[in-house]
């Protein structure tokens, strides 16, 4: 250490914080070791800027932070210039590998601002009865402390990587996703285009039109899901919460036929039915199961978790709006009444699956309001 800007020596200080620190450096250390460590050790004053070791230097002194920080510097490449690797503060150790293996200081510490620094000095362990025994001993026992604190270093490092790597998956992740709402915004503001100027003369009321439009949305829908490697249960097809999910989806899906029923009645008695009316058809309600089923894994368990996922929502209703404005523009060519209503039930289904993150109970009240309203001739 630079002694030549360094006050004179002063007594270790008895207090709580530096009891403290010797206690973590000598607990696995014999009570003799411990004890020289303690006579050879000395409360340091540093002045703001000074260096206690610098890079290149011989020397073998151990010292640990009592007060304020200290920077470590590293010298560049072909460079004069110091750059900074990092900062310590009290209660941490530095200088210790020039004290085993006897090499010149890797590295530079600069107290960045006015602290104190308690120094061990080898030579003074020496000066006591049985010195070289004891100095030996305190070595193989700080070899011990540094492997152990490197190994938590270590092990800080790997999750520090990982964390980066979990960062840079999500990155990868949100990127799909985002690419993924462009393609489906794309495709459902040219199928609306192209029904809107009859470039196609298509019936949207058909079995047949509804499977082709869901298979064109499902296609990039199922092409991502699985390049994100979203399970089966991520998505809401899962045992948990199932019973709850369609007791409650039961209740509501009564509740909002009777409704639906009830508008529908007032619609045609003033004659602004937005539909025409549908009769019932049992293969063609089983139909639409399937297709009520496929449509909500998109937009509840994929559309909606995904934007939870990456706007970090924990609220989740940010969620349930963009993925019932989003889904609702799927249903344009419908008029917009139906896109008021697709956005307005998907408030209830982002609800019903927030509570219970099954996609079961939102898949009957899809099924139930989609029967009741094609119908009634509400779509």
Known sequence: ?????????????????????????????????ADAVRAASRR??????????????????????LEGTFGIYRKGDGTASDHRVAEIGPGQPFGEMALLDGEPRSATVRAETAGAVLEIEPE?????????????EFKGALASFVTRRMRASTQEHVAALQRELDLRNEQQQFGK?????????SIGTLVN??????IVNVDVYTEVFA??????????????????????????LTT?????????????????????????????YFDALPGKPLPFNLLGTLSYFLHSALQEIIARGFLQSSFQRFLGDQGKWRSVLLASVLFGMFHLHFGIPAVLMTI??????????????????????????????FNTGLI
């Open 240 to 268: 948990v919460g199932l019973k709850k999910s369609l007791i409650e989806g039961a209740i509501i899906s009564v509740g909002l036929c009777i409704f639906a029923w009830g508008l529908a009645a007032v619609l045609k």
């Open 124 to 136: 003074r362990i020496l000066e006591l009865a049985d010195g070289e025994a004891r100095l030996a």
């Open 344 to 373: 307005g039930t998907g408030f209830i289904f982002g609800w019903i699956y927030i509570r219970h993150q099954n996609i079961a109970g939102v898949i009957l009240i899809h099924y139930m309001m989609g029967v009741a309203a």
């Open 193 to 198: 285009n192209v029904l809107a100027r009859t």
């Open 44 to 65: 340091v004053p540093v002045a703001a800027h000074q260096d206690v070791i610098v890079e290149g230097e011989t020397s073998d002194g151990l010292y640990i932070v």
């Open 211 to 236: 499977w082709q439009y869901l298979a064109i949305l499902m296609v990039p829908s199922l092409f991502v899901i699985r390049h994100m490697g979203i399970s089966i249960s991520a998505l809401g």
């Open 1 to 33: 250490m630079r002694t030549a800007s360094i006050p004179v020596e002063e007594k270790v200080q008895e207090t709580e914080d530096l009891e403290t620190i010797f206690h973590r450096m000598t607990e696995f250390m014999p009570q003799r070791v």
């Open 177 to 185: 996703f985002f690419v993924y709402s462009l393609i489906m915004m």
